[in-house]
């Protein structure tokens, strides 16, 4: 570790340190406080919510006591009861509801599909006997009863507090109750809330950490940053250099053997179909050996061609990228290997001859690698030209790869970083997905702003 950088660590950390152990104090204290005034709130909520239902079902209860206390237990009575009770209602979601102490509904207002219904056997999502539960409690004096039930609003069980009473004499168990989904909201409200200043808490000390190490490391940065940018130019300009140079010895070994190993074959060539042709003037057969060594030399002749085109091809530098890549894909074709297929879509351009190298050579090493490993039948290469610039994009349905292991495996992928390694000479972009058994894509492209900086060079 350099002593810039061992003199900027021995400065921040004690600063990093004791904002650190103040935040952790300052998060558990406000922690603290927003339990105990989460715990005060609901307290003092469900109090008076307490408070409120007895109120409704005493004011329910002063409605019908003048029928109830005449002593009269016939069904008029107790029709004029129901009537009286249904018409009482507060709220959005408040009502009234009237079972006997068998769990028949006798009257609920919001939910008049349950008239007549027996509900004692009816139970809530955790399998508690929702009425069995209230009327237990009504036979006992009445009291409260927490239960969950369909909230008429919004026709979602919600959690709701009951409070319910007996009027033993007609067998009736009456009772009200207030939905508690709201007061969860408020909790959750009152909650975030605490959680934000927490935050916002947390963030000023964030904030004064960095402005304090920004302070302690701005004249450290201030004084690498431009030896950074050097060097990072320097290894960019060395990387590209040492492309250019390799593609400057291929032309230059592809040249030697098109224009001296070749031409020295070809002569050699004509000499002996010279001499056979004379044998055959002269009536006289040629040596089994004669036919061999031509044919061998034929061989030769062709590899080196084979040899000479692939360290160079000819067409990248007359024709252009487009021609080179059908060549590329006819001569992998006819190895049959898998059918490719070359596409090129767009106004065609000509672009720089770095680009066209590039692309060139990742075609060249994509489909080398689908030849290794791939199985592919079909092969689809796609060049394409549109005003953002020009892209390279190659498929295969072959049985693919788990290509972020390969990538994270330093002995696997060389051809891949090759790829992306080229792109980056030239400022363009690599990607590439695959997955095992769902082939392989790879796509590499090269921007205008790129095109434009080459070619002006």
């Given at each position: 570790m350099r002593l810039k950088a061992k003199l900027l660590l021995l400065a921040a950390v004690p600063l990093l340190l004791s904002l650190a152990l103040i935040a952790a104090a300052v998060r558990h204290q406000e922690r603290q406080l927003a339990r105990s005034e989460h715990a005060l709130v609901e307290r003092a909520y469900m109090s008076a919510r307490r408070a409120e239902l007895k109120h409704y079902v005493e004011l329910a209860l002063s409605t019908v006591r003048p029928l109830y206390d005449q002593g009269a237990n016939d069904e008029a009575t107790r029709t004029k009861a129901l009537q009286l009770l249904a018409s009482l209602e507060y709220g959005d979601d408040g009502y009234f509801?009237?079972?006997?102490?068998?769990?028949?509904?006798?009257?609920?207002?919001?939910?008049?599909?349950?008239?007549?219904?027996?509900?004692?056997?009816?139970?809530?999502?955790?399998?508690?006997p929702t009425?069995?539960?209230?009327?237990?409690?009504?036979?006992?004096?009445?009291?409260?009863?927490?239960?969950?039930?369909?909230?008429?609003?919004?026709?979602?069980?919600?959690?709701?507090?009951?409070?319910?009473?007996?009027?033993?004499?007609?067998?009736?168990?009456?009772?009200?109750?207030?939905?508690?989904?709201d007061i969860h909201a408020t909790m959750?409200?009152?909650?975030?809330?605490?959680?934000?200043?927490?935050?916002?808490?947390?963030?000023?000390i964030a904030g004064i950490a960095v402005l304090g190490i920004g302070l302690i490391s701005a004249s450290g940065l201030w004084l690498n940053l431009?030896?950074?940018?050097?060097?990072?130019?320097?290894?960019?300009?060395?990387?590209?250099?040492?492309?250019?140079?390799?593609?400057?010895?291929?032309?230059?070994?592809?040249?030697?053997?098109?224009?001296?190993?070749?031409?020295?074959?070809?002569?050699?060539?004509?000499?002996?179909?010279?001499?056979?042709?004379?044998?055959?003037?002269?009536?006289?057969?040629?040596?089994?050996?004669?036919?061999?060594?031509?044919?061998?030399?034929?061989?030769?002749?062709?590899?080196?061609?084979?040899i000479s085109h692939r360290l160079r091809p000819a067409m990248l530098d007359t024709l252009g990228l487009p021609a080179a890549l059908e060549l590329l894909g006819r001569e992998f074709g006819e190895h049959g290997r898998a059918e490719v297929r070359v596409a090129i879509e767009g106004e065609r351009c000509e672009l720089p001859d770095e680009v066209k190298t590039v692309l060139f050579r990742v075609a060249q090493?994509?489909?080398?690698?689908?030849?290794?490993?791939?199985?592919a039948r079909h092969v689809d290469i796609t060049l394409a030209f549109d005003a953002e610039g020009v892209q390279l994009r190659v498929a295969d349905d072959g049985?693919?790869?788990?290509?972020?292991?390969?990538?994270?495996?330093?002995?696997?992928?060389?051809?891949?970083?090759?790829m992306r390694?080229?792109?980056?000479?030239?400022?363009?972009?690599?990607?590439?997905?695959?997955?095992?058994?769902?082939?392989?894509?790879?796509?590499?492209?090269?921007?205008?702003?790129?095109?434009?900086?080459?070619?002006?060079?």
């Amino acid at each position: 570790m350099r002593l810039k950088a061992k003199l900027l660590l021995l400065a921040a950390v004690p600063l990093l340190l004791s904002l650190a152990l103040i935040a952790a104090a300052v998060r558990h204290q406000e922690r603290q406080l927003a339990r105990s005034e989460h715990a005060l709130v609901e307290r003092a909520y469900m109090s008076a919510r307490r408070a409120e239902l007895k109120h409704y079902v005493e004011l329910a209860l002063s409605t019908v006591r003048p029928l109830y206390d005449q002593g009269a237990n016939d069904e008029a009575t107790r029709t004029k009861a129901l009537q009286l009770l249904a018409s009482l209602e507060y709220g959005d979601d408040g009502y009234f509801f009237v079972y006997d102490l068998e769990g028949r509904v006798l009257m609920h207002s919001r939910q008049p599909e349950l008239m007549g219904m027996n509900l004692w056997e009816l139970r809530d999502p955790q399998g508690v006997p929702t009425i069995q539960r209230l009327i237990a409690q009504a036979r006992q004096g009445g009291g409260y009863v927490d239960y969950l039930w369909r909230k008429p609003s919004s026709g979602q069980m919600v959690p709701k507090l009951g409070y319910v009473t007996a009027l033993p004499k007609w067998n009736w168990m009456i009772g009200t109750g207030l939905y508690l989904d709201d007061i969860h909201a408020t909790m959750a409200q009152l909650e975030q809330q605490s959680n934000g200043h927490i935050a916002t808490t947390l963030l000023w000390i964030a904030g004064i950490a960095v402005l304090g190490i920004g302070l302690i490391s701005a004249s450290g940065l201030w004084l690498n940053l431009s030896e950074h940018r050097v060097a990072d130019a320097k290894l960019r300009l060395l990387a590209q250099q040492v492309v250019e140079s390799q593609e400057s010895e291929r032309a230059h070994l592809a040249r030697e053997l098109h224009d001296g190993t070749s031409q020295t074959l070809v002569s050699a060539k004509l000499l002996i179909e010279s001499a056979v042709d004379e044998l055959e003037r002269m009536r006289q057969a040629a040596p089994p050996a004669l036919a061999k060594a031509l044919a061998r030399l034929n061989d030769s002749l062709s590899e080196v061609r084979r040899i000479s085109h692939r360290l160079r091809p000819a067409m990248l530098d007359t024709l252009g990228l487009p021609a080179a890549l059908e060549l590329l894909g006819r001569e992998f074709g006819e190895h049959g290997r898998a059918e490719v297929r070359v596409a090129i879509e767009g106004e065609r351009c000509e672009l720089p001859d770095e680009v066209k190298t590039v692309l060139f050579r990742v075609a060249q090493e994509a489909l080398a690698n689908i030849g290794k490993h791939a199985a592919a039948r079909h092969v689809d290469i796609t060049l394409a030209f549109d005003a953002e610039g020009v892209q390279l994009r190659v498929a295969d349905d072959g049985r693919g790869f788990d290509a972020q292991a390969v990538q994270l495996d330093p002995r696997r992928g060389i051809g891949l970083r090759n790829m992306r390694e080229r792109l980056a000479t030239i400022g363009g972009q690599f990607q590439l997905s695959s997955a095992p058994l769902a082939g392989t894509r790879l796509l590499a492209c090269v921007p205008a702003e790129a095109l434009a900086r080459l070619a002006s060079r």
